[in-house]
């Protein structure tokens, strides 16, 4: 579930197609994202998830992997 609404939101911020979202993908390399897009993805993931993503974590997140973690570790949702 958190994987599905992640990649639907990174579809529609990097205007690329979900079936292209894995769980590998690298922010910077596969999206050609700047720390601003990541700033703007993380605020928008706050309000989506209730959670709150501390700026200083924005150097922890590579991949899609390890913002499903972050977010699962910080939800009652499973993955």
């Known amino acids: 579930m958190i994987f ?12 690329v197609e979900e079936d292209s979202i894995t769980y590998e993908t690298d922010f910077f390399k596969d999206l050609n994202a700047d720390s601003l897009d990541i700033a703007d993805l993380l605020s928008t993931l706050s309000g989506e998830f209730e959670v709150n993503i501390e700026s200083e974590a924005l150097e922890n997140f590579r991949t899609v ?3 499903v973690n972050f977010i699962s570790d910080r939800t009652d949702s499973i993955e």
């Open 65 to 67: 992997r390890d913002l």
């Open 4 to 15: 599905e609404k992640i990649r639907k939101i990174l579809s529609d911020q990097f205007d």
